[in-house]
């Protein structure tokens, strides 16, 4: 995620780190050689009828692409914007457990230790399984070397840890140390957070449907290469210059979009999990008395990841 002040002034015309510039330019370059090659063509050699191509109907094109830009836009922003809140409820519910381990969970102190690294360990696994990073070498810092054999075991490390958790209660409630009733406190939480683990996967594995996904992008395709030839007779050597500004809006909404629909890679525009993450490690380590605590990732040349 771009972490940046809103630009002002002359600032627009020059900013590209953050921007879709650097994604849509060989796309616009191109736009702009063929418009350039259109204008030279219909300025130079005037060819017979060019005067009778009219603008009408790329405006009429242009008009429904925009809506159907601005739809898919509007999904992927909303997919992007889900993410975004499963995370933070992701948070809510790892401070929510390590409050409950302290105030419920009276001895051993070794307990609420283990169910807090194992909570902090279940946000790493769930940043690399929606990443594709090896979710064991993240998981390998937080779980006990007696119980990695048995973790390696599960194809769902994120599941797996949450297991963890809820054997642990379950040997302090067996040993009469936590009544059932707060047994189910604790279980209220696991619960929420596989159901994020189950949004999140949700949102990974299920994309917008890819035709219509390519009709958009054949559509803005046909629009940009065609509209130097609607243009050409009316504004001569301006073509390329309005052209190329359509191609970036066009092919920038699209390229847009596109980022947003995957919420959990690593683009510019996508989520700040590691971020997220190390925010959970520092509150359950601070709520076991941890010091000194890691610092909070910050932006790397504005960007958070």
Request: glycine content about 6%; overall charge neutral.
């Amino acid at each position: 995620m771009i972490i940046r002040p809103r630009p002002h002034g002359w600032q627009l015309l020059y900013i590209l780190r953050g921007s879709i510039v650097p994604a849509v330019a060989p796309k616009v370059l191109a736009i702009l050689l063929l418009s350039i090659a259109v204008a030279a063509f219909t300025e130079l050699w005037h060819p017979p009828g060019i005067e009778r191509v009219s603008v009408a109907p790329f405006t009429l094109l242009g008009l429904v692409l925009s809506i159907f830009l601005s739809f898919r836009n509007n999904a992927c922003f909303e997919r992007w914007w889900e993410g975004r809140k499963l995370w933070g409820q992701l948070v809510y519910e790892s401070r929510s457990l390590a409050r409950l381990c302290n105030t419920l969970l009276d001895d051993p102190p070794l307990r609420r230790a283990r169910i807090c690294r194992l909570g902090i360990g279940f946000a790493h696994v769930l940043a690399a399984r929606l990443r594709g990073r090896d979710q064991a070498l993240a998981a390998l810092p937080w779980v006990d070397a007696a119980d990695q054999a048995r973790f390696a075991a599960r194809d769902n490390a994120p599941d797996q840890l949450l297991a963890m958790i809820a054997a642990e209660l379950a040997v302090a409630m067996r040993a009469g140390q936590l009544e059932p009733i707060l047994f189910a406190q604790f279980e209220t939480r696991l619960h929420a957070m596989s159901s994020i683990q189950a949004g999140c996967e949700r949102i990974l594995t299920t994309p917008l449907p890819f035709a219509y996904t390519l009709l958009l992008h054949r559509c803005a395709w046909m629009f940009c290469v065609l509209l130097p030839f609607g243009l050409a007779s009316s504004l001569g050597w301006a073509t390329p210059v309005v052209s190329a500004v359509l191609a970036y809006a066009f092919f920038g909404l699209d390229q847009l979009g596109e980022e947003m629909e995957e919420p959990f890679g690593l683009e510019s525009n996508d989520l700040p999990l590691d971020a997220m993450v190390r925010t959970i490690e520092i509150d359950l380590l601070d709520s076991l008395g941890v010091r000194p605590l890691p610092d909070p990732l910050q932006p790397q040349r504005y960007l958070l990841q």
